[in-house]
């Protein structure tokens, strides 16, 4: 794994120095739009509304418009702001860990130390497994701040980002009334059907069933020949995207078994 970020978690004089690792990763197969008649790849640009003109991406500045009036803030005046110069994750307050509504849960990384000794970190760590804590923590990432927990998993310190209270919608469902009425015998049977079902949640034991359909299909298209090739269609601006599933490497290998199969067919046809 390669580090997002540096930086230390810090809490009164206490100093943890650490890097910032992504805990997940998109799996997905990548797909590109292409145009249905022959297969060219379809792109977008970004065109200025009024003079037309495409616009390089080092010419581009960020904007707020509230409907009438539209301020332009420059890269300068982003990183002039305060938030943006810190490295710092500064614990706000340590909290029960069952007062953290898994609704407010965002995205996941993991801490590594990042000094020669690891005794802060471990320190860290293993008081917030004896308290049964997790740390409220402010810091900022990619010109955004943000508000995380930070707690443990295994051995390994994380930090998961959290949502802000306004950005959780309220559940008002004129449908859920008082008047629902639930018998005795209802709940009963109910309870009896959730124990047929009851078991132990292992994450391993499912997969996403239409990504591996997904990749059958183009390996099956691939090895029947039914693809195009990516330099004449795409033309000299494809992007490889790097290496995104290990089924990637043997699609590619298919694709050039395909070509030489059908050039030597059509080799021994000419030759006939």
């Known amino acids: 794994m390669r580090s997002i970020w540096k930086g230390a978690v810090t809490f009164g004089l206490v100093n943890v120095p650490v890097k910032v690792y992504s805990a997940t990763e998109d799996h997905d197969v990548s797909l590109h739009q292409v145009h249905a008649a022959d297969g060219g790849r379809i792109r977008y640009q970004r065109v200025c509304e009024l003079d037309g003109e495409v616009v390089p991406y080092a010419e581009i500045d960020r904007a707020y418009d509230d409907g009438v009036q539209t301020v332009v803030l420059t890269k300068d005046d982003l990183a002039a702001l305060p938030a943006e110069r810190t490295r710092e994750i500064d614990v706000v307050e340590f909290v029960p860990s069952d007062q953290v509504d898994p609704?407010?849960?965002?995205?996941?990384?993991?801490?590594?130390?990042?000094?020669?000794?690891?005794?802060?970190?471990?320190?860290?760590?293993?008081?917030?497994?004896?308290?049964?804590?997790?740390?409220?923590?402010?810091?900022?990432?990619?010109?955004?701040?943000?508000?995380?927990?930070?707690?443990?998993?295994?051995?390994?310190?994380?930090?998961?980002?959290?949502?802000?209270?306004?950005?959780?919608?309220?559940?008002?469902?004129?449908?859920?009334?008082?008047?629902?009425?639930?018998?005795?015998?209802?709940?009963?049977?109910?309870?009896?059907?959730?124990?047929?079902?009851?078991?132990?949640?292992?994450?391993?034991?499912?997969?996403?069933?239409?990504?591996?359909?997904?990749?059958?299909?183009?390996?099956?298209?691939?090895?029947?020949?039914?693809?195009?090739?990516?330099?004449?269609?795409?033309?000299?601006?494809?992007?490889?995207?790097?290496?995104?599933?290990?089924l990637m490497a043997a699609l590619q290998a298919s694709v050039e078994r395909s070509r030489a199969a059908r050039e030597a067919a059509q080799e021994r046809s000419e030759a006939g």
């Not at 310190?157 to 639930?182: C, G, H, N, Y």
């Not at 709940?187 to 239409?210: C, N, Q, R």
Request: no cysteine.
């Open 103 to 246: 609704i407010l849960l965002d995205k996941p990384y993991y801490l590594e130390p990042d000094s020669a000794s690891a005794k802060a970190y471990v320190l860290l760590r293993e008081t917030l497994k004896r308290t049964d804590r997790t740390a409220i923590v402010r810091f900022t990432l990619r010109q955004k701040t943000r508000l995380a927990a930070l707690r443990v998993r295994d051995d390994v310190l994380m930090l998961q980002t959290l949502l802000w209270a306004d950005e959780v919608r309220v559940a008002q469902f004129p449908s859920l009334t008082d008047d629902v009425k639930i018998s005795d015998k209802e709940l009963e049977l109910s309870a009896a059907l959730v124990d047929g079902f009851a078991s132990d949640f292992e994450p391993a034991a499912f997969v996403d069933e239409y990504q591996q359909e997904l990749r059958t299909l183009i390996a099956a298209k691939l090895e029947q020949g039914d693809a195009i090739d990516t330099e004449e269609t795409f033309g000299a601006r494809a992007e490889t995207g790097g290496e995104v599933i290990d």
